[in-house]
């Protein structure tokens, strides 16, 4: 389990639970950023190998995942694969 890294000014940086669990959050990944844009990179074809349910997933130093609003008005964490390409509908 990957654990958030922190800055100079000790801000943590951003976690999402990983794609392939069979629990959800049972492991945590680090959200990649694109260097030369300095946006996060994305996966349009990865799938979620378990049923999403709305849990605040945490590191092991207390630092939360990135959470979203589902259409349900639930919380549910970011979701990433192994690589931290945050998994997203291109819709």
């Known amino acids: 389990?990957?654990?958030a890294v922190r800055d100079q000014n000790f801000v943590p940086g951003k976690m999402a639970v990983l794609n392939?669990?069979?629990v959800?959050?049972?492991n945590k990944v680090r959200i990649a950023i694109e260097e030369s844009?300095?946006?996060m990179r994305v996966n349009v074809t990865d799938?979620?190998?378990f049923?999403?349910?709305p849990i605040d997933a945490q590191d092991e130093n207390y630092v939360d995942?990135?959470?979203f609003v589902?259409?349900?008005g639930l919380s549910y964490p970011w979701v990433a694969n192994s690589s931290g390409e945050v998994l997203i509908d291109n819709i």
């Open 1 to 3: 389990m990957a654990n």
């Open 70 to 72: 589902g259409q349900d």
């Open 65 to 67: 995942c990135m959470m």
């Open 24 to 26: 959800q959050g049972t």
């Open 47 to 49: 799938t979620i190998s």
């Open 20 to 22: 392939t669990d069979t």
């Open 37 to 39: 844009s300095g946006s």
């Open 51 to 53: 049923t999403m349910v």
